[in-house]
C-alpha cells in the first residue's frame, strides 16, 4: 500500500507525556516505524498495526486524528531528492516530512496534500 496511515495526537507539555505514549504501544507489542513531536505538542507516528494502535490510545482516551501520508523506505539524501522532486512535479506540495531510522533502513514520512497522486508520483 503506497500510502499509509499516520497517528496524530496533541501531548501536553509536561515530563514524561512521551514516555506514556509509547509504553502504551509497547505493552501492546505495537512497533513505531517513525515518530515526530513539534514544540506545540503534536506527535505524529508511523507504527506497524495502526488498527490496534487507534484502539488502544482511544482506549485510553487519547483523542486523535488519522490521515493517509506517503512512506519511502530504505531512504538516503539521492532517494529523498528523488521522491521530492517526483511529488513536486506531479503539483502535490510535502506540507511536512519527517524521518525515522530503524536497523536496516531510514523511512522517510511525507505529509502532502494528495497522498494517492503523491504515491503515484513518487513509484511508492
Known amino acids: 500500500m503506497p500510502a499509509r496511515p499516520e497517528l496524530s495526537l496533541r501531548l ?6 512521551l514516555a ?16 515526530s513531536l513539534d514544540a506545540s505538542g503534536m506527535l505524529r507516528l ?6 490496534r494502535a487507534i484502539a488502544v490510545l482511544k482506549e485510553r482516551h487519547r483523542s486523535l486524528l488519522t490521515r493517509d501520508v506517503i512512506v519511502i523506505t530504505g531512504v538516503g539524501t539521492d532517494a529523498l531528492a528523488a521522491a521530492f522532486g517526483l511529488v ?5 506540495n510535502v506540507e511536512y516530512a519527517y524521518v525515522g531510522a530503524g536497523e536496516s533502513m531510514g523511512v522517510a514520512v511525507l505529509g502532502v496534500d494528495d497522498a494517492q497522486r503523491a504515491a503515484a508520483a513518487a513509484g511508492v
Do not use: T
Open 46 to 51: 508511523i507504527v506497524d498495526n495502526h488498527v
Open 20 to 35: 506514556s505514549v509509547c509504553r502504551e504501544l509497547a505493552a501492546e507489542r505495537i512497533q513505531i516505524h517513525a515518530l
Open 12 to 17: 501536553p507539555n509536561s515530563p514524561g507525556s
Open 88 to 92: 513536486a512535479g506531479a503539483g502535490v
